[in-house]
C-alpha cells in the first residue's frame, strides 16, 4: 500500500487521546498548505486512543480524503506509530508534528524553506518552551546529554515538528523510543541536519503524556544508536576487535608464565596471572563467538513492523 512521491508533502501525525485537538489542527494544516499551493496528504497515526479520536478523523476522511488515518490495535508508542505513517508516507517532504496543537503549523514555510537550502532533515527548536518546569529541566538536561554524546550540535533533538527529504524517512527502521534520536540516526547515515526556532504553544486540551521514565530509556536506545550505525551490519568488526586483543593479551601472560615455570621453576597455582591470563583467553573467545552470532543473525533476520494495524482509512 505504501507509495512514495504521488503528493507534495506528506504531514504525519502521531496520536494518543487528542479528540479534542484533531480537527483544529487539521484545518490549520490545510489552510496553510493550500496558501502554499501544494498538494498534500495528513496521516494521523492512532497509537490506541479509547476517546474517539479516530472515529473524528474518519469522519473527516469522509469529507476529505486528504485526511488518512492508520489504526493501531493498541498502544505501540510514538516511535512505531512514526513508522507507521513514514511507511505509508507518499509525499516528496515528509513533516511530522504533534496533534496536541503544542506545534505551529504556520512553521511549515519556514521548514521548507530550509528544506530548499540543500538539508536533508530540518528539526525545530522550541527556543521559548510553554511546558511544565519539570519537563523544561529533564529536556534540557537530556538534549545536552544527547548534544555531547552523538556528537551532533542541536538544542532540541525531540521536538515534533521535523521536515525530511523522504529517501531519509524511508530508509530509517524506528523503534522503541529512537524517534528521539532520529536526527542522530539521519546525521549518521550522511544526511545533512539542521534545526531552526518555531513556535510553541500551550496545551489546549487533555494533558501531557510526558513521563520521566521515558529519558531513562531514551538513553539507553542513545547508546543502541551508537552501535547499530557503527556496527550493525558488521558486529564482528566490535566484538571480534575486542575478543582477539583480549585473547592475545591472554596469551602473551600464559607464555611469560610457562617460560618462568620452564626455565626459573616458578610456581604459578598461586600466581594471579595465571588467573587474569586465562580469564582473558575465556573472554576474547566468547567475545569473538558473539561477533560471529551476531554477524549470523544479520545475515538471515529480515526486518520487519514492531506494531501491528487494525485499520486503514483513506487508502484504496
Known amino acids: 500500500m505504501a507509495g512514495e512521491g504521488q503528493v507534495d508533502i506528506s504531514i504525519v501525525v502521531p496520536l494518543l487521546n487528542e479528540a479534542g485537538s484533531v480537527l483544529e489542527l487539521y484545518e490549520g494544516i490545510k489552510a496553510v498548505l493550500q496558501d502554499l499551493g501544494k498538494d498534500f496528504e495528513v496521516i494521523f497515526v492512532d497509537d490506541g486512543s479509547t476517546d474517539g479520536s479516530a472515529f473524528l478523523i474518519k469522519e ?9 488515518l492508520i489504526e493501531f490495535r493498541k498502544n505501540y508508542g510514538k516511535a512505531a506509530a512514526l513508522a507507521a505513517g513514514f511507511n ?15 506545534d505551529d503549523p504556520k512553521e511549515i514555510p519556514n521548514l521548507l ?55 531519509v524517512v524511508k530508509t ?19 544526511y545533512r541536519v539542521t534545526e531552526i526556532p518555531v513556535r510553541h504553544h ?13 529519558f531513562t530509556r531514551g538513553a539507553f536506545d542513545l547508546m543502541t544508536i551508537t552501535f547499530l550505525t557503527r ?15 583480549s585473547t592475545f593479551a591472554g596469551l602473551v601472560i600464559l607464555a611469560v608464565l ?35 552470532l551476531g554477524e549470523m543473525i544479520t545475515e538471515s533476520r529480515a526486518e520487519s513492523d514492531n506494531y501491528l494495524v487494525k485499520k486503514y482509512t483513506g487508502w484504496d
Open 258 to 292: 610457562a617460560v618462568q615455570k620452564i626455565f626459573f621453576a616458578a610456581h604459578l597455582s598461586r600466581r594471579p596471572l595465571l588467573f587474569l591470563g586465562l580469564l582473558l583467553v575465556i573472554v576474547g573467545m566468547q567475545s569473538f563467538s558473539i561477533g560471529l
Open 231 to 245: 556496527y550493525k551490519k558488521r558486529p564482528l568488526h566490535l566484538f571480534g576487535s575486542w575478543g582477539l586483543i
Open 172 to 190: 530509517m527502521n524506528v523503534y522503541g523510543e529512537l524517534h528521539r534520536y532520529l536526527p542522530v540516526i539521519a546525521h549518521r547515515n550522511g
Open 202 to 214: 500551550a496545551r489546549k486540551y487533555g494533558r501531557s503524556k510526558y513521563g520521566v521514565a521515558r
Open 60 to 68: 473527516l476522511n469522509e469529507k476529505d480524503s486528504r485526511a488518512k
Open 113 to 167: 524553506n530550509k528544506l530548499n537550502e540543500g538539508y536533508d532533515l530540518v528539526s525545530g527548536w522550541k527556543k521559548v518552551r510553554h511546558d511544565p518546569f519539570l519537563k523544561r529541566v529533564s529536556s534540557k538536561v537530556y538534549n545536552l546529554f544527547t548534544s555531547l554524546f552523538s556528537g551532533i550540535r542541536l538544542h532540541d533533538f525531540n521536538c515534533g515538528l521535523k521536515a525530511y527529504r523522504s529517501e
Open 88 to 102: 505509508m508516507a507518499q509525499g516528496h517532504v515528509v513533516i511530522t508534528m504533534d496533534a496536541d496543537l503544542q
